[in-house]
């Protein structure tokens, strides 16, 4: 949705330029301002999906049936850094398949536990907590 969104968005874009080019500007005013008002709004209804539809989610994923007979589980991980805050928040949801059974873990951290005096992410120091959050999940949907 979100790539349909942004495309839309171009294609505005792209027949502004492609009408200023073969009209150049006094004659292509009125379209030139639709299509930049119609960015702008296209623009703020992404800004309103992500925040409000999506809610943070930055991964999607699909855990296939071994068997290939039940639908894919389906786990989706979001996360939330307030402004000016230093605790990290993430949450895993888990989907399965079959029951359409939704079950979600969140946990908050330091975010100096994750990323050093650089700013990079210490993937070595996040791996191992997602494994754990992912493994938990999991051992739930096994004891039912």
């Known amino acids: 949705m979100r790539l349909l969104i942004c495309t839309v968005a171009v294609g505005f874009s792209l027949f502004a330029i492609i009408w200023d080019y073969l009209r150049p500007f ?18 703020g209804v992404l800004t309103l999906y ?9 991964l999607v994923a699909l ?12 786990r989706e991980l979001a996360s939330m850094l307030k402004k000016y805050d230093d605790m990290y928040h993430l949450s895993m949801t ?7 059974i939704k079950r ?7 975010v ?6 650089k700013g990079t992410l210490c993937f070595d120091l996040y791996e191992p ?3 754990l959050f992912q493994n938990k999940i999991s051992a739930e949907d096994k004891k039912d």
């Open 63 to 74: 855990q296939k049936d071994e068997a290939g007979i039940d639908p894919d589980n389906k």
């Open 94 to 100: 888990f989907i399965d398949g079959k029951t359409g």
């Open 112 to 117: 100096s536990n994750y990323f050093d005096e």
């Open 26 to 43: 006094p004659e292509s005013r009125p379209v030139l301002i639709m299509c930049v008002l119609s960015y702008f709004v296209l623009m």
């Open 129 to 131: 907590e997602i494994r």
């Open 104 to 110: 979600t873990k969140e946990f908050s951290k330091c």
């Open 50 to 58: 992500t925040t409000y539809i999506e809610k943070g989610i930055f």
